[in-house]
């Protein structure tokens, strides 16, 4: 008996040594090399579905047991535009519905933000970036990406662009999407894919608003699906200049390792909107109302093999 634990033990001992250089080379990797040839997060793939009526959204939903409020990980589903008969049915219904198909569209791009952000922060750890290197380069389309001119060794500027380029909470994105488009019911959302009222003044990327003003020349952003409005609005949030203060007042939160207040940020948000504290209270108070400031750590479930 004693002989075959011996042996067990010099086998495992034997193991050990094999697997030790893999294991030093995996963390060598990891922490030394990985920062260097690592490239630019891509965005996050998840499959497109087209739902024909809000029994076909349930039944979905139902199949990837997705329930409001969600209990687990996010179904890595992307509805491509909400169903015609969403405002026909019952209300609470109709929330569920609408939170439901938005959620993993709002986690994945957060979590493509997360993954910028680890990026730039991964290299800013490594001390001053030498300019025309592949570590330079690549922060450098981030930077202006999130349009943050200057030296990227400059301390402002790092700083500058690690508040634009940092997620925004999903109670926050329900509780705007819900109030600019009506549940989904609005005409912009139902022609436009436009879930938060985004203008342009390219007349190639927009539809006329119905109630615009005479002289006017504003357009409201048309998308091609549900995620790209969402996109967009992340954008808008991390670069626009109205919103400063939100990116303050979440940099702030991110120092003192607090938890993204959605309420709290929805403050910075006065400028959104030409009803200024007005807006902010309705938005703040549809968080409460519906539970938004509830929800859990989110997401998504992991990809299929």
Known sequence: MMHW?????????LLLAAAAPLLLAAILYWFLVRPYVAGVPAPIPLPELEVASAEHMETLFAGYNYHWPPQGPLPRIAIVRFPDDIGRVEVTRKKALFFRGLLPLVEAENAHIRAQRRYIEERFALGPLRPGT???NQVEKL??????PGDLNDPVVREILLRRVDEVPAALVLAQAANESAWGTSRF????NNLFGL???KKDLGMVPAQRMEGARHYVRVFPDLRSSVRVYLFNLNIGHAYVDMRRARAALRLAGAAFDAEHLAAGLLRYSERGAEYVAEIQRMIRSNGLGQLGPLQLAPEEP
């Open 134 to 136: 592949r570590n330079w």
């Open 5 to 13: 634990l011996r042996w067990l033990v010099r086998f495992k001992l």
């Open 199 to 201: 203008w342009t003044y």
């Open 143 to 148: 930077a202006e990406l999130y349009r943050v």
């Open 189 to 192: 959302a139902r022609e436009a």
